[in-house]
């Protein structure tokens, strides 16, 4: 696949102390053509550089998974020196590349407690899953972090929204904060905006997917899946961000149809102790993206709260405006 070998277009500063680094990254193919490896390397140069805790990864694995996927996980997770979760390849793929979950164990001391989904379709398990999950016990927090590597597929909008409602069900559930992120394949309400001249030039397979016509038969973007993750109290939180703790300032897209398409949602106490964000170029079709957490801020936020009363961790502690809001003006049929 002929992919642009791009430098990093942000420079990322090292992590501050008691602070957590989040990356999201889509490995497009894996980072490998054929026997070429130039751009996983590139892409696990910028993950050295910028040393993430964790790395939610989406087109992860190798074209002959029954040959070389072991290898190519352990190879990924020695090369950074962190622990590999393998999820499910994500249904309607039309490769055999999984979700992923890299979790630096070695120097934070954190344990992974919990994996998920289930995927043994002999005892009742489904494959069926977009996406793959880690329940962290970090310490000095009181509560789990859940961790939720997702990649929506690209050719069915109602498949997108199954796949996100299934998952806003299970997160529901979930005791704990939560954060989501990866390649959502879908526009969020928070920016870039984009006009319908752009939507009318998207590919054939997007338009389809990432549109719907409005009143006046003009395509507008399709936000149902945004939508979605926000009514099970999660926030898109780089849109969140003030500008000046993002890099770039401006909301742009991360992948070539044109969309910020990775992204990653998150209960609202981690929006709270959110301190930057990065969009970097790496060995892919995307950007990579960066969220910085301060582990300190979140242990305030948390104390904030009465833990015994059973309270729902995921709900919006007060309303917060979404910057660079796109209204939904769609027509009720």
Request: glycine share 10%; with cysteine.
């Amino acid at each position: 696949m002929d992919v642009d070998l791009r430098p990093a277009t942000a420079a990322v500063p090292a992590v501050a102390d008691g602070t957590f680094r989040i990356a999201l990254i889509n490995w497009c193919y894996g980072g490998v053509d054929g026997g070429a490896d130039r751009r996983w390397q590139q892409t696990v140069d910028v993950l050295r550089a910028t040393g993430p805790h964790v790395v939610l990864c989406q087109e992860f694995g190798v074209p002959q998974p029954a040959l070389r996927q072991s290898r190519y996980v352990q190879r990924t997770s020695n090369a950074l020196g962190m622990q590999a979760v393998l999820g499910p390849v994500p249904p309607g793929a039309r490769s055999a590349l999984h979700t992923a979950i890299l979790v630096d164990t070695r120097t934070t001391g954190w344990r992974v407690t919990d994996t998920g989904p289930y995927t043994h379709t002999r005892f009742g398990g489904t494959q069926a899953a977009s996406w793959c999950v880690v329940e962290l016990d970090i310490p000095g927090l009181p509560l789990p972090l859940h961790c939720v590597s997702v990649h929506l597929p690209a050719r069915s909008a109602v498949d997108q929204l199954s796949q996100a409602q299934m998952l806003a069900a299970l997160i529901a559930a979930m005791e704990g904060l939560v954060l989501v992120g990866g390649d959502i394949n879908t526009y969020p309400r928070g920016g870039p905006p984009v006009t319908t001249d752009e939507l009318e030039c998207l590919p054939p397979h997007l338009r389809v997917t990432r549109c719907w016509t409005g009143a006046d038969g003009r395509l507008q973007a399709n936000h149902d899946v945004d939508d979605v993750f926000v009514r099970a109290g999660l926030l898109d939180i780089a849109a969140h961000l003030p500008a000046d703790r993002r890099t770039p300032p401006k909301l742009r897209a991360t992948g070539k149809g044109g969309a910020r398409v990775d992204r990653a949602y998150g209960s609202p106490e981690l929006l709270t102790a959110a301190t930057g964000y990065w969009q970097v170029g790496i060995g892919s079709d995307h950007d990579g993206v960066i969220y910085d957490i301060s582990s300190t801020t979140l242990r305030r936020a948390l104390a904030g709260d009465e833990l015994s009363d059973h309270r729902d961790h995921r709900r919006p502690m007060t309303p917060l405006p979404v910057r660079d809001h796109q209204p939904d003006t769609r027509s009720p049929l």
